[in-house]
């Protein structure tokens, strides 16, 4: 039993592949401009919705947009953990402008992105048993200003109330 251990192991060992500076280093070059000085990022986990992230990346990062590559060397300094997993397994060829790898981490986090409500989501809404009636309200009025609909008050009041 212990020879097939160590047998196993070592066909295990034999098969990951060689690990080289060139399997880290995928960035294309950029050209940092003299003293430039990176903005101080929010980072991104991979729990969150990726638009917001994306969204707050772009206007920490405005005085850098129209350069594209430059971009993507910053938006590794926003990712963390699962996010930054992601990112490091991106293609060379991926990387070389960030609208691509924009793209790309929109559709990768997707599932995380926050659901508009709709009507029917409104009206079976209901108080939970450990929440006062004032956070429902606030709560309840939070997830409607999410919908694309106009809702008049007495109906807000209606739907709350029921």
Known sequence: MEGLVRRLLAESLSLSKPHSLQNYCKLPNAYFPPGFKASKYRKYDGTSDPQFHLAGFTMDSHRWLYDRVLLVHLYQQSLEGEALRWFASLPASDLINFNIVSEHFISHF?????????????????????????????????????????????????????
Request: glycine residues 0%; hydrophobic residues 45%.
């Open 110 to 162: 997707s599932y995380m992105a926050t659901q508009v409500p709709t009507l029917p989501n409104l009206v079976v809404e209901k108080m939970r048993p450990d929440e006062d009636f004032v956070t429902f309200a606030n709560r309840w009025r939070s997830m409607a200003s999410r919908a694309d609909l106009p809702i008049l008050e007495s109906q807000a009041i209606t739907m709350i109330c029921t």
